[in-house]
């Protein structure tokens, strides 16, 4: 009889095993069936993990409970003495409106087929989206590989206890289709919790719950290093000829990518022999090829994070969503501005709720080094251009930055900023939210006069001495300029212009600047002028190359 290798010996008890656990199952399904009739696996009642426990639904409309069941599956929704009834349609999926709602909680929601599942400690109050990249993305306290550690980071945790303020982080996923889900969980804020949350958003959330005694619920969908196209759905990108051509490329290195790897294989089968005869020979051996990333979880992918990240999120009612966000596209600042408001068009669309308020933080103060320092300059302006849409509130934080480091931790300041506005812009509360922002310019006998709006009761220079503004002439070249507060304006003049024409005030990557109003709010930056910067490059025209 020939010999049984061990190869042949595993393949026979892996098929006898099988066959036998395909016996057992017939077996069990039979009596399975003599008890209960028929078994289907698809038949449970599944939600979504926005729809959990601990989570906030938003006040004042109609709200969507969704999930998954069997095709043809009646389900029944309960809350608060609401009942939907609704059957999952051809591919399992089902969604019914509650309310609208009223605030309050906590109340239990329960979702029933052919099993129950019952979601607890529910609150009905104010929900709101935050997302960008890693200033969002920022903890209040280190930890988990995200960049964080705010100022006073250990007291803000230590006093961390509301009840009626909820927090969800998605975790993070890069699709090349839209999804149904995203992985996560709502969290209770406590001392337990808040450490491994964005900072922006627990601030944020914070400050508004303070202000309008209603459970607030933040969302905090966001990703360090990505751009803006990544946050963009494929039909808005295809809308724009330049934005296309970048999503094209991606699509290129997609398709290659197979072709990529076989190279890389065969590269690797190379340095393996050149390696072992530098072994055998006693002299180091080469450095391996690099394994090629995959551009389709790449994070800066082209509507991936869209896809991943906020889709899942489009049936959740919201009141609003704030960002932050613009570090990652300072290469091509002035395509910015278009990008930003295709951007925000594109998300009101996607929610179908209407212009509902989009509140972003502008760039703070970054020292960077290279051949066009302007470059931040230009993209903080293409930032506050997006205020010219309905219902967009803008938080300055030009104030905050840290020359060595692109995540200020002064986070409690953009959270408060980002709160103000939102009382103003969402709740329509009367009270001061924007510093002193420019309005005019006349000139005056060799000076320039500016005029401003959102003074807040009158114009600070805090600190002392007045900083951060400069003029020019025809020529088009600035310098200097001194500065004073009259009144409600600020008067500039410099020994080197006679006939000023232009301004600007802290109009650079990293500036020295103090201006404020009396309710501690900063100007934000500005220019008078229209005139050309150079730049880097004005689009970008192709995807990185990862290989």
Avoid at 330 to 339: G, L
Avoid at 372 to 392: F, G, H, M
Avoid at 413 to 441: D, F, H, K, M, W
Avoid at 501 to 530: H, I, M, Q, S
Wanted: glycine share 10%; with cysteine.
């Amino acid at each position: 009889m020939g010999t049984l290798n061990h190869k042949m010996l595993g393949e026979s008890v892996d098929r006898w095993f099988c066959r036998w656990r395909e016996f057992l199952g017939g077996i069990l399904l039979a009596a399975l069936y003599l008890m209960f009739g028929p078994v289907s696996a698809s038949g449970n009642v599944k939600l979504p993990s926005l729809i959990s426990d601990n989570m906030v639904l938003q006040e004042g409309r109609e709200v969507a409970i969704w999930g998954t069941a069997g095709p043809g599956e009646g389900v029944t929704v309960r809350f608060r003495g609401e009942k939907q009834v609704t059957t999952a349609g051809p591919g399992g999926h089902w969604k019914v409106e509650l309310g609208p709602l009223k605030a309050g909680g906590p109340w239990d929601l329960t979702v029933a087929g052919k099993n129950t599942l019952t979601v607890h400690n529910v609150l009905v109050g104010e929900v709101w989206v935050c997302s960008g990249q890693s200033n969002m993305e920022f903890l209040v306290q280190s930890g988990l590989g995200v960049p964080g550690g705010v100022i006073h980071a250990d007291e803000e945790v230590a006093s961390a206890h509301y009840q009626r303020l909820r927090l969800f982080r998605a975790q993070v996923a890069v699709a090349g289709q839209p999804q149904k889900d995203v992985q996560g969980r709502w969290e209770v804020a406590s001392p337990r919790t808040v450490a491994a949350f964005s900072a922006v958003g627990y601030f944020f959330g914070r400050d508004l719950y303070r202000a309008l005694h209603v459970p607030v619920g933040i969302i905090d969908s966001s990703k360090g290093g990505a751009p803006a196209e990544a946050w963009m759905s494929v039909p808005t990108l295809e809308a724009d000829p330049n934005l296309k051509k970048v999503l094209d490329s991606w699509r290129q290195e997609i398709a290659e990518y197979p072709q990529v790897l076989k190279k890389y294989e065969h590269e690797l089968r190379q340095w393996e022999g050149s390696a072992e005869q530098a072994e055998a020979r006693g002299n180091v051996a080469p450095e391996p090829p690099k394994f090629p990333a995959d551009p389709r979880s790449y994070r800066w992918r082209d509507a991936g994070l869209w896809n991943g990240m906020i889709a899942p999120l489009l049936p959740y009612r919201i009141a609003g969503v704030i960002w932050y966000q613009g570090e990652s596209n300072t290469d091509a600042p002035y395509q910015y501005r278009s990008v930003f408001t295709d951007l925000i068009r594109s998300w009101r669309r996607a929610w179908k709720e209407g212009d509902f308020p989009f509140l972003f933080v502008q760039l703070a103060n970054f020292r960077i080094s290279g051949e066009y320092p302007d470059a931040w300059a230009v993209l903080r302006e293409s930032q506050a251009k997006a205020l010219a849409l309905p219902e967009t509130g803008m938080a300055v934080a030009i104030d905050i930055g840290n020359a060595c480091s692109i995540h200020p931790r002064n986070k409690q300041s953009v959270g408060r900023r980002l709160a103000l506005a939102a009382e103003a812009i969402a709740y329509g509360r009367n009270v001061v939210y924007q510093g002193p922002t420019y309005q005019s310019l006349e000139a005056v006998n060799g000076t320039s006069r500016l005029r401003f709006s959102h003074i807040g009761g009158g114009l600070v220079a805090r600190g002392g001495r007045l900083v951060g503004f400069e003029i020019a002439g025809e020529e088009q070249k600035f310098v200097p300029a001194e500065a004073r507060i009259e009144g409600n304006q600020v008067v500039l003049s410099s020994p080197l212009i006679t006939k000023p024409v232009a301004a600007r005030y802290a109009w650079a990557d990293y500036a020295e600047c103090n201006l404020y109003n009396k309710t501690g709010l900063p100007a934000p930056p500005f220019r008078t002028d229209d005139w050309a910067v150079t730049l880097q490059r004005h689009v970008r025209t192709s995807a990185p190359k990862l290989w």
